[in-house]
């Protein structure tokens, strides 16, 4: 049985121009049970689906946002639209015809988390999955859950289905869920988005930026008193704070393992600890630049800059 998707935007040039190529390749393509999905585009702004940009979050970038009919919150495409992030936006979609909550592999998870904190100076972001009720707060840097969030819980995550929505604050986010304060558990969002790349097994972001077009730069020192870490993660950093290098020349040229690599990048791009370089321009990742002023802190700033 066929269903019929409307789908509008406000987006101009090659952006509206691939958006519409991505509707008219996946029309002709089988989804689920072998139903086709019929995507319509329309210049009707009372369309099931709008498709927006929004460059008031930051100057120097873009992130692109869906507007679900019915649906309180919007959902993040992310901050570039091309035919694989379309592929994936509508293969969500698609999925949620017949399942209540948008199902998200391994690696949608984790980009998911990284495109939102790269596109978001405040605001806030609920996560329900099976584990947990999860909110980041961007304006506090702050994790918020209903549950203690050990490196357990941490591993399932990712393989987890789970709905990500976004809100304009965290007091938006808390209404959504009908509570009047937040959940009782909270840490620092920087210290769990780095134990979570650390973690996380099935996909990094090393490997989804290891193009030689891509490096990466040191934003912030990690605050190794308190995180996890091994003595490669130190000697990485030390070597991004000098100067750019990309996954490719971390491994061949410095003679690190590629699992040692993957780790210390997932985790950095994650927590922000690391900004990404692509032809020599910095991507827009939001940085949550650390807070403490221990004396590890001072040492390292002495010696390294």
């Known amino acids: 049985m066929e269903q019929t998707i409307s789908i509008s935007s406000s987006l101009a040039g090659r952006d509206l121009a691939l958006l519409k190529s991505m509707i008219n390749i996946l029309c002709t393509e089988e989804h689920g049970e072998k139903k086709r999905v019929a995507l319509q585009y329309t210049d009707n702004a009372d369309s099931r689906i709008h498709i927006y940009t929004d460059e008031s979050t930051n100057e120097s970038t873009s992130c692109y946002y869906a507007k679900i009919k019915g649906k309180a919150a919007k959902k993040i495409i992310g901050t570039e639209i091309n035919p694989k992030v379309l592929r994936s936006f509508f293969s969500s979609i698609f999925s949620s015809q017949s399942e209540p909550a948008t199902s998200n592999g391994p690696s949608e998870f984790i980009q998911s988390l990284y495109n939102f904190i790269g596109a978001a100076n405040e605001g806030a972001m609920c996560i329900e999955c099976s584990e947990a009720l999860v909110v980041l707060d961007m304006a506090t840097s702050t994790i918020h859950s209903d549950k203690k969030i050990s490196d357990v819980m941490l ?3 990712s393989a987890s289905k789970a709905e990500f929505l976004q809100f304009g604050s965290l007091e938006e986010c808390l209404s959504h869920q009908n ?3 937040p959940l009782a558990w909270k840490d620092s969002l920087q210290s769990i988005l780095w134990r979570m790349g650390l973690i996380d097994k099935e996909f990094t972001l090393a490997k989804h930026f290891s193009g030689e077009s891509y490096s990466f730069k040191l934003e912030a020192w990690p605050d190794f008193g308190t995180l996890p870490f091994n003595s490669k993660h ?7 704070h000098a100067q750019a290098a990309s996954y490719k020349c971390l491994i061949d040229q410095h003679g690190f393992l590629a699992e040692d690599v993957e780790s210390f990048i997932n985790a950095g791009c994650l927590s922000g600890h690391i900004r990404v370089v692509s032809d020599g321009t910095a991507s827009s ?3 949550m630049k650390s807070k403490s002023d221990n004396f590890l802190s001072r040492l390292k700033s002495r010696f390294f800059g």
């Open 234 to 240: 130190i000697m990485m950093t030390s070597i991004v």
């Open 155 to 157: 591993a399932k995550f």
């Open 179 to 181: 509570l009047s304060e």
């Open 285 to 287: 990742h939001i940085i």
